[in-house]
């Protein structure tokens, strides 16, 4: 344990001597006796594993208890400043809690209100001690945070005497079975009187059995994760529909239109998580991935199958015709071409500049084009397009062989670029297609979903082009997606599962596909989960079934016969083609006018150059003369 740790238990132990001696006088009333022997059977046999016990309790009630166990792993709180003890309790893990308090509802309130706003959760064993002879168990388990919690015991005084030998206690625990707005609900069930039924169990596992009871399951409509109509079913259902076969319960759909929802800071929410979060469904799921903003206010299952989310992205674009002489060379080559011409030249200049000192007695100093510089250039991309020099050089001369091994060197220029002019000239040449999340930020392409929650993977990323994607994302309805759809030049984000099936959405069809291509390279990967309320008591029985189902393999036939029954697979077969960002036109065409209309253009603007400079040259000369 660190200092802090310690320096806490420090100043807890002393809190319960000043709690002893001072604040609770001790008292030999006869059910206070008897109270102190039943709560330490009751804590020694079933709270002796937890971490620490909270006791709870404030003065004025004649059957105040006195704890007999006196240990630095009790949390003493005074009921009027239980919220900032709660808050220690929860940071480290206290699982027990003994309340002694004229209003143990009201506790409950705090209880719950310290766990929705810390982020540790567990589900806690809770002994309530009277307050006085007054029955009050159908009280407090019939509060609203009651209705979520499985261990909850109350001890009423049944009969009362004059030594503790008379005192009878009733044990009651919360009905768990039935929810508190069940017609007819009786809040608690007796599980015996003390000292009588000493053999009996006063926290039954009530999760082993559920007793037929009614677990209202939060999800949407989404094929093959879950359906709601015509029958509900699906993959996450039928691990929520296995957990009810095993634990006997019935499971009924909760639904509403906001899809996987959202949380506020005010408590509230809608959708999936909305629905769990608010009490109005016991578990959640349906396509619910990892997220940490939820996480922080709710329970997650262990994870099971992992799927991939990546976008729907328009088809490459062919490259305009006009682009043929250009595109028949990268960039590098274009680069080399240019810097070999560039070379040309200034070797031409330097040694025709200097051809007597190269080689005495030989005459060979050019004129004419070689003698500027701007004519060598000239001459140099003359021979780049394999022209020959206007007049003979001499036979044998520096100048010659200079110019021998530079028209070999664009002869193999020139044979490259013909082969690469003949391929783009017959097959069709695309734009880089997108497939990775990288191509997709830098394309600038807006992606849409039908809801939000396809980029809460994404809000935590600290990659500049994963927090630009999030900045591209919109969610529109159903209809606004299918207007967007057929207009194209748009994403559409979709969900890869596990065995290869792709979920459906309504604004998918084939006709929209065909002129979109799947991103190959996911956005983000995340394994499915379904969520609970925080330290819900159905959690540690869900995980352990997860772990059989995993085992057995049941999640991908559940997926499997999920899309076969309710998929469509011609839509499945469309979207596995639709992987490849290849063109119906890769294939050789017949060569046309319009494959050769670069080559005119630059003819025409080749030509327009020259004869506009050629007219400002005698424009110019006139002047001069003049």
């Known amino acids: ?28 009333e006869p059910v206070s006796v008897a109270l102190d022997q039943l709560v330490y059977e009751v804590t020694s046999q079933y709270m002796d594993g937890v971490n620490c016990l909270v006791w709870v309790t404030n003065r004025g009630s004649p059957y105040e208890w006195n704890p007999s166990m006196f240990s630095p792993h009790v949390i003493v709180a005074s009921a009027d400043s239980v919220q900032e003890i709660l808050k220690y309790s929860f940071d480290y893990n206290c699982q027990g809690y003994i309340v002694q308090t004229s209003s143990p509802e009201e506790f409950l309130n705090k209880w719950e209100l310290t766990q929705s706003n810390h982020l540790r959760r567990h589900n806690p064993k809770m002994l309530f001690l009277p307050w006085d002879d007054r029955a009050y168990s159908d009280v407090l388990f019939n509060s609203e945070v009651a209705n979520f919690l499985s261990d909850l015991l109350a001890i009423q005084v049944l009969e009362n005497g004059p030594t503790p030998d008379d005192i009878i206690f009733e044990i009651v625990t919360n009905n768990f079975y039935e929810a508190i707005d069940t017609p007819d609900h009786e809040a608690s069930i007796v599980l015996g009187v003390w000292p009588l039924n000493l053999t009996s169990n006063w926290f039954p596992d009530k999760i082993s059995d559920l007793k037929g009871k009614t677990i209202k399951y939060a999800t949407l409509q989404y094929p093959p994760y879950a359906q709601l109509t015509p029958e509900f079913d699906g993959m996450d259902v039928r691990l929520a529909q296995t957990f009810c076969e095993h634990y006997n319960c019935s499971l009924i759909p909760v639904s509403d239109d906001n899809l996987w929802g959202e949380l506020w800071e005010n408590k509230s929410g809608n959708g999936i998580v909305g629905n769990v979060y608010m009490g109005k469904a016991d578990i959640g799921g349906g396509a619910v991935y990892l997220w940490y903003n939820e996480y922080k206010n709710l329970d997650f299952s262990y994870p099971y199958l992992e799927s991939r989310v990546t976008v729907l992205v328009p088809k490459p674009r062919q490259l305009p015709e006009w682009s043929i002489p250009i595109i028949a060379f990268s960039p590098a080559m274009w680069g080399v071409q240019f810097a070999s011409i560039a070379i040309t030249a200034v070797l031409l200049f330097t040694v025709n500049k200097n051809a007597e000192k190269i080689a005495p007695g030989i005459e060979e100093r050019r ?121 194209g030049g748009y994403g559409f984000a979709i969900e890869i599962m596990a065995a290869g099936h792709v979920t459906h959405t309504a ?60 998929l469509s697979s011609r839509l499945q077969t469309a979207l596995k083609l639709s992987e490849s960002s290849g063109h119906e036109l890769d294939h050789p065409v017949k060569l046309k006018l319009i494959h050769v209309q670069g080559a005119f253009i630059l003819l025409c603007f080749g030509s327009s150059a020259a004869i506009i400079i050629f007219l400002i040259e005698i424009y110019y000369h006139k002047l001069v003369k003049k």
């Not at 200092?3 to 132990?13: N, Y």
């Not at 001369?397 to 017959?426: D, H, K, N, W």
């Not at 591209?472 to 759809?485: D, G, K, V």
């Open 507 to 566: 604004h998918l069809s084939g006709e929209m596909i065909l002129g979109l291509h799947v991103m190959k390279k996911e956005l983000y990967t995340s394994p499915s989960v379904t969520i609970f309320r925080k330290g819900s008591p159905y959690a540690e029985k869900f995980n352990w079934l997860v772990h059989r189902c995993l085992d057995a393999g049941l999640f991908l036939t559940w997926e499997t016969h999920s899309t076969i029954k309710y």
């Open 367 to 487: 004129k004419g084009e070689f003698a500027t510089f701007s004519g060598i250039v000239m001459r140099s991309f003359g021979m780049a397009l394999l022209q020959p020099p206007g007049m003979r050089l001499i036979s044998g001369s520096v100048l010659q062989r200079f110019f021998t091994l530079f028209e070999i060197l664009f002869l193999l220029f020139t044979t490259i670029y013909s082969g690469a002019l003949s391929s783009v000239l017959t097959v069709p040449v695309y734009y880089p297609p997108i497939d990775s999340p990288r191509a997709l930020y830098k394309s600038g392409i807006t992606w849409m979903a039908d809801h939000d929650a396809w980029v809460y993977s994404l809000q935590q990323a600290t990659q500049p082009y994963l927090q630009g994607l999030v900045k591209q994302f919109e969610a529109h309805e159903t209809n606004n997606l299918i207007a967007y759809s057929k207009k």
């Open 1 to 28: 344990m660190d200092v802090t740790g310690s320096c806490f238990f420090m100043i807890t132990a002393m809190s319960l001597m000043i709690v002893k001696g001072q604040i609770i006088p001790h008292m030999e």
